[in-house]
């Protein structure tokens, strides 16, 4: 099984439609969660952090799930500028020490 | 902002060639690391390195990879022989490991490496 898995896509959405990715992860022990945008050719960009509570901002809303070991990120009001590829990140086990481990990615095109 | 710089942003090698991929992390920070993205695949740890000293690396690292922090500033990667499955985006990442933004990891822009 993969560490983190993601539905590549991609995701063909209009603006201004509401859209939900999904992530699962093998380590149950990972304790840290985050969604990374990444432009064609560009360096990962830290989205937003996940927290077992849920958290907002904006537009965007990150949900865990422990038990299922399930990550989700929902989009409202899509925006062209919101077309990227979103990339699922844990940190494995509970150590803090910044090591990374991406999912495949998925990629959203927001047309108009 | 702070950020993690690459150098070069692109080059084009020789097959069997040396490379070394040049990074200047954010100051402070304690540690480093190296990722590497292959056209259309997924970002991949290579290597963290922290008190100057490798901490950890992946089955990608294997002998024809070296890092080094030579000056306390310059984080290089040196790949020995390169090879044409060596062709990808390497990133370069620093993490404050401390402090107030200490859950939050920066990557540089990238050096494209093309093997031919």
């Known amino acids: 099984r993969k560490e983190v898995e993601q539905d590549p896509g991609p995701f063909n959405v209009p603006e201004g439609a509401t859209v939900a990715f999904n992530c699962t992860y093998s380590?149950?022990?990972?304790?840290?969660f985050f969604w990374y945008r990444q432009d064609c050719r560009k360096e990962p960009k830290l989205l937003m952090s996940?927290?077992?509570s849920g958290n907002e901002d904006g537009r965007f809303t990150a949900q865990l799930n422990r038990a299922s070991q399930y990550i989700s990120l929902l989009i409202r009001d899509s925006k062209l500028s919101d077309s990227a590829t979103y990339l699922c990140?844990?940190?494995?086990?509970?150590?803090?020490?910044?090591?990374?481990?991406f999912g495949q990615g998925t990629t959203l095109q927001v047309k108009p | 902002e702070p950020e993690v710089t690459q150098t070069p942003s692109h080059q084009v090698t020789q097959m069997g060639q040396e490379v070394i991929l040049r990074c200047v992390p954010i100051?402070?920070?304690?540690?480093f690391y190296w990722y590497r993205q292959i056209l259309g695949q997924k970002v991949e740890f290579l290597v963290s390195?922290?008190?100057?000293?490798?901490?950890?690396k992946s089955e990608i690292f294997d002998d024809q990879f070296s890092v080094e922090r030579p000056d306390g500033s310059n984080f290089t990667l040196k790949i020995r022989s390169t090879k044409l499955e060596d062709s990808a985006m390497y990133f370069c990442?620093?993490?404050?490991?401390?402090?107030?933004?200490?859950?939050?990891?920066?990557f540089g822009e990238g050096s494209w490496l093309t093997v031919v």
């Open positions: 990140v844990v940190i494995p086990g509970s150590g803090n020490t910044g090591k990374l481990i």
């Open positions: 996940v927290y077992s």
């Open positions: 380590n149950s022990a990972s304790q840290s």
């Open positions: 390195f922290y008190n100057n000293e490798i901490s950890e």
């Open positions: 990442a620093s993490f404050p490991g401390q402090g107030p933004a200490g859950n939050t990891i920066y």
């Open positions: 100051s402070n920070h304690l540690y």
